[in-house]
């Protein structure tokens, strides 16, 4: 069974810093494309960013309202994949979801990022 | 910017026939959008039905179907079980994903 999890979500104030990590099991991360997506409450989802295969370079791509402040990386020998971001705000509040891409599908169950003093 | 639109919400009877449509605000939504369609449903993780339009996956039912329609993306339940009631949300690609508001679909 695919399982992708996150974890590393919680509590922090504006301007601090937070790293989440998306670990993958009965699946092979680096055969894939991942993706970062959020949900704020009461709003839609929101796709935060990407992070191509090695093989593809490893390039990234990010919504406007998170580029320069986020950064996506992976460690395929360990099956994970890593949200770091900075200069936090409380528009940034959100349940946060890694995923493949969409021809493999799979989702995780999401880590809740709280910015706030 | 492009905003991405849905049916707020529907409501249709178990064993019935219900059309989700997703529209883009700069005109017709086509293939080279790769629509994808996303349950989610509360406590759980969302799941991928159908993408690039209409490919389902190993999990997705075959009562859900996905076309283009009047420029449309559009997203078929036919023969609604009580399990499909949940929110969904369709996802366009503009150079980055867009997402829908997500329509809330009830079997009553």
């Known amino acids: 069974e695919v399982q992708l999890v996150e974890s590393g979500g919680g509590l922090v104030k504006p301007g601090g810093s937070l790293r989440l990590s998306c670990t993958a099991s009965?699946?092979?991360?680096?055969?894939?494309?991942m993706n970062w997506f959020r949900q704020a409450p009461g709003k839609r989802l929101e796709w935060v960013g990407l992070?191509?295969?090695?093989?593809?370079?490893?390039?990234?791509d990010y919504a406007a309202p998170v580029k320069g402040r986020f950064s996506i990386s992976r460690d395929d020998a360990n099956n994970s994949m890593y949200l770091h971001m900075d200069s936090l705000n409380p528009e940034d509040t959100a349940v946060y979801y890694c995923?493949?891409?969409?021809?493999?599908?799979?989702w995780g169950q999401g880590t809740l990022v709280t910015v706030s003093s | 910017q492009t905003v991405v639109t849905q049916e707020p919400s529907l409501t249709v009877s178990p064993g019935g026939t219900v059309t989700l449509t997703c529209a883009s605000s700069t005109g017709a939504v086509t293939s080279a959008n790769y629509p994808d369609w996303i349950q989610h449903k509360p406590g759980q993780a969302p799941r991928t039905l159908i993408y690039?339009?209409?490919n389902r996956h190993s999990w997705t039912p075959a009562r859900f179907s996905g076309s283009l329609l009047g420029g449309k993306a559009a997203l078929t339940l036919s023969g609604v079980q009580p399990e499909d009631e949940a929110d969904y949300y369709c996802m366009l690609y503009f150079g980055g994903q867009i997402f829908g508001g997500g329509t809330k679909l009830t079997v009553l």
């Open positions: 009965g699946f092979t991360l680096a055969n894939a494309w």
């Open positions: 992070i191509k295969r090695k093989i593809d370079g490893e390039r990234t």
């Open positions: 995923s493949t891409g969409s021809a493999e599908g799979y």
């Open positions: 690039r339009t209409s």
